[in-house]
């Protein structure tokens, strides 16, 4: 299957910081590219549907929710065909598991990192 692998998750106080990495480096199929694509970062809480987080286009354009506007910043490099999303200040409603993947075309889903934040 052809996914994103996500990581970087873990357990951390409030204020605290992580910096997540979707990478598709280890795809080994080489029609697989981030370039081109506007890549975002999704996270589902237990019980709440999955919701957009943070995308950047390819023309460097970034839009972030408002519930994270000014605390989360979302990087990509696409010779590594890596995304970041960096999160500062972490709230425990930032608790989730997070996601990445490209628009259009994405990929199926990966199995996401675990972000819990708490003290």
């Known amino acids: 299957q052809v996914q994103f692998a996500e990581s970087g998750g873990g357990l951390v106080q409030p204020g605290g910081s992580l910096r997540l990495s979707c990478d598709a480096s280890g795809i080994r199929i080489s029609g697989i590219v981030i370039s081109g694509y506007t890549m975002n970062w999704y996270r589902q809480a237990p019980g709440k549907e999955r919701e957009l987080v943070a995308s950047?286009?390819?023309?460097?354009?970034?839009y972030y929710a408002d519930s994270v506007k000014g605390r989360f910043t979302i990087a990509r490099d696409d010779d590594k065909r890596t995304a970041y999303l960096q999160m500062n200040n972490l709230k425990p409603d930032d608790t989730a598991v997070y996601y990445c993947n490209r628009s259009p075309a994405p990929l199926l889903w990966g199995h996401g990192t675990q972000v819990t934040v708490s003290s």
């Open positions: 950047s286009t390819r023309s460097g354009e970034t």
